[in-house]
């Protein structure tokens, strides 16, 4: 039996997104994880009456969640609130229950759930996948080069696997790891996630294969916002690592992914010129 809040069954606490048409009129979807399964439900405002599982593109659910968010933002969809939705399609805030109530729905999970990076990786067809797999062992090959401890755990001709730390990445037919952050050569894509404890440096690999591979590379944050390999605009990931630009330069340049600060002083010009 489903629980119920105020004598109203409820289907359990979703993300709400709604799409507000020219004319005024306003339709809304909403997206949850329930039981490790995606789950939506949509409907015009107020009356989320559709929904189900739909079929999912990947197994790892946060993944799959993460890229049916990116779907909806892309269609100007704008994130509304946490919300408890009713069997009869109507909704209410969780802001708005009591406090006991609320965090009696607050979905069980990690305390560093919201410092978390997903990705999706899709290779187009498999005439470029020897491609990716070469852009992947050239951005290990730059991280090593800048001092990031790298450890290769397969190297070849058709699969690749290493870690940096505790975070493992894989590549190919015959890897270890698992689905999460693993690509398959059968299907050509995958899907994973880093934490904060990761450290940035995962990040910034993934960062040059958006850059560099021939993939397509999704990554995102905080409610499906996506991160940019312009590293100078993605200042608040970077603060969510605890590091920022200047930091973390000389790798970023290494990967390409950022330029070399010019020192003026040591050109031995006139600052005050620049600025």
């Known amino acids: 039996m489903s629980p119920s809040i105020a004598g109203k069954t409820h289907a359990g606490v979703y993300e709400l997104y709604r799409y ?34 739909p079929e999912a593109r990947f197994t790892d659910a946060h993944a799959e969640k993460n890229r049916r968010v990116r779907e909806k933002t892309r269609k100007d969809y704008q994130y509304v609130d946490r919300v408890v939705i009713h069997i009869d399609g109507s909704w209410v ?3 708005d229950l009591g406090s006991e109530a609320s965090q009696s729905l607050r979905p069980k999970a990690s ?14 067809n498999a005439g470029m996948f020897p491609e990716f797999l070469r852009a992947c ?12 401890p790298v450890t290769r755990t397969v190297n070849e001709e058709l699969a690749f ?11 190919g037919g015959r890897v270890e790891v698992g689905y999460r952050n693993t690509v398959s050569r059968a299907t050509r894509q995958g899907a994973g996630q880093m934490h904060v404890r990761d450290g940035v440096y995962p990040l910034l690999f993934l960062l040059y294969l958006k850059r560099c591979s021939p993939a397509e590379v999704g990554l995102a944050w905080k409610d499906g ?8 605009h993605e200042h608040d990931v970077l603060a969510m690592f605890g590091t920022d630009l200047d930091a973390i330069r000389p790798v970023a340049v290494a ?9 003026l002083a040591s050109l031995g010009g006139d600052e005050s010129l620049y600025f």
Not at 137 to 148: I, S, W
Not at 161 to 171: R, Y
Not at 225 to 232: A, D, N
């Open 161 to 171: 696997q290493f870690a940096i730390g505790d975070w493992q990445f894989g590549v």
């Open 225 to 232: 916002i996506e991160i940019s390999e312009q590293l100078r």
């Open 20 to 53: 507000r048409h020219p004319n005024g009129d306003a339709k809304e979807w909403a997206v949850a994880i329930v039981d490790g399964v995606v789950h939506v439900r949509y409907g015009r405002a107020g009356s989320l009456v559709n929904g189900g599982k």
């Open 111 to 124: 305390p560093d759930e919201e410092e978390t990076v997903f990705f999706e990786i899709r290779v187009r």
């Open 255 to 263: 990967l390409g992914l950022a330029e070399e600060r010019i020192d």
């Open 93 to 95: 805030s969780t802001e």
């Open 137 to 148: 062992r050239e951005a290990c090959d730059r991280l090593a080069g800048a001092g990031v």
